[in-house]
């Protein structure tokens, strides 16, 4: 089972950038696949992003072209590299894992890193 633990939030203003760090520990990281999710107060949780096992990432509309997701498995970490921050971007962070066995997904969820965005 994996732990995960998320870091690198914080205050920026709109325009700024920030980013955030998960780290893995407890079981083999590239088994598994990785992804960003976000809930802003009042809203439901998004993904934002994700990145496979083997490194091909997909976007949320809402932040494709601001937001690149990586992996570096050597050091069992993903990365949300944040540029052009909105105040919409305002949210608490999550970073998931998933793997796949047989026909089950098991999801495990950091506990999240508030992000703020705001003049």
């Known amino acids: 089972q994996v732990q995960l633990v998320e870091s690198g939030g914080g205050f920026m203003q709109p325009g700024g950038s920030l980013r955030l760090s998960c780290a893995a520990s407890g079981s083999i990281f590239s088994f598994y696949a990785m992804g960003w999710y976000r809930r802003a107060p009042g809203k439901m949780r998004e993904l934002v992003a994700t990145i496979s096992r083997g490194g091909t990432t997909t976007y949320a509309d809402s932040v494709k072209g601001r937001f690149i997701t990586s992996r570096d498995n050597a050091k069992s970490a993903v990365y949300l590299q944040m540029n052009s921050l909105k105040p919409e971007d305002t949210a608490v962070y999550y970073c998931?894992?998933?793997?796949?066995?047989?026909?089950?997904?098991?999801?495990?969820w950091g506990q999240g890193t508030q992000v703020t965005v705001s003049s």
């Open positions: 998931n894992a998933r793997i796949t066995t047989g026909e089950r997904d098991y999801d495990y």
